[in-house]
């Protein structure tokens, strides 16, 4: 069983910056594809990166490409989201998720493992 934790977000200012950490549990996570995705208030939850197991691939939403950019260190289990220029419409809830397949998906329905999420809110 893996767990994800995440962590990092809080409440910042348009145009401010924010990096969000996933620290994953289990000796083999370090195979997993990994994604963040988010929820904001009355929508559904939307794919925002997305990696493959060895950082070689990634993939953005259209949305926020050129401003977040995600990354990840094996030794350390943990997965990044860096977060620039930020909006009020990045507000959200931010999760962290895993697929096994080690893969890089950005459909939410083949991420095996989520994390609880972390709040971000940007205020204009």
């Known amino acids: 069983q893996v767990q994800l934790v995440e962590s990092g977000g809080g409440l910042v200012q348009a145009g401010d910056s924010l990096r969000l950490s996933c620290a994953t549990s289990?000796?083999?996570?370090?195979?997993?594809?990994m994604g963040w995705f988010r929820q904001a208030p009355g929508q559904e939850r939307e794919f925002v990166a997305a990696?493959?197991?060895?950082?070689?691939?990634?993939s953005y939403a259209d949305s926020v490409k050129g401003r977040f950019t995600i990354s990840r260190d094996n030794a350390k289990n943990t997965v990044y989201l860096q977060m620039n220029s930020l909006k009020s419409a990045d507000t959200a809830v931010y999760y962290c998720?895993?697929?096994?397949?080690?893969?890089?998906?950005?459909?939410?329905?083949?991420?095996?493992?989520w994390g609880q999420g972390t709040q971000v809110t940007v205020s204009s």
């Open positions: 998720a895993a697929d096994r397949s080690g893969a890089l998906t950005t459909n939410q329905r083949f991420y095996d493992y």
């Open positions: 289990g000796r083999t996570s370090r195979w997993y594809g």
């Open positions: 990696i493959s197991w060895n950082g070689g691939v990634t």
